[in-house]
C-alpha cells in the first residue's frame, strides 16, 4: 500500500512540476527562438517563478486565494520547487545543445 501512495504522490508531483514549468515558461520563451534563449531569459524565467510564488501568497493573506482552472486553490512554490523547475528546464536545453539548437545550455 506505501508504494502505490509513494507512486501516486510522485506522479501528482510531477504533474504539478510540469504545470508549473509550462506557466512561468510561455511567459518567457514564447516569444523566443530556441537560439535565443540565453542567461537573461533563464533569470527572467527564475525572477517570473519568484513573482508568481509571491503573487499567490499575497492572493492567499488577503482571504481570496488563487485557484487553479479546476477550482483547485494555488499554492505558493518553495525555493525548493522552484529550483527543481530550473533543473528540468536545465535538461531540456541540455538536449537542445545536442540537437543543435544551442551552442551552450544558458540554464548550467
Do not use: C
Not at 506557466?23 to 525572477?47: K, N
Amino acid at each position: 500500500m506505501v508504494d502505490r501512495e509513494e507512486s501516486r504522490a510522485e506522479r501528482e508531483y510531477a504533474a504539478r512540476l510540469r504545470v508549473a514549468l509550462d506557466e512561468a515558461s510561455a511567459a518567457v520563451f514564447a516569444e523566443l527562438a530556441i537560439s535565443d534563449i540565453d542567461v537573461d531569459a533563464v533569470d527572467r524565467y527564475r525572477e517570473t517563478k519568484v513573482a508568481e510564488r509571491e503573487r499567490v501568497r499575497r492572493a492567499a493573506a488577503s482571504g481570496k486565494p488563487l485557484t487553479r482552472s479546476e477550482g483547485q486553490k494555488r499554492v505558493p512554490l518553495s525555493n525548493e520547487s522552484i529550483n527543481k523547475t530550473l533543473v528540468l528546464l536545465a535538461n531540456i536545453l541540455d538536449s537542445a545543445v545536442e540537437r543543435g539548437g544551442l551552442d551552450i545550455n544558458p540554464a548550467r
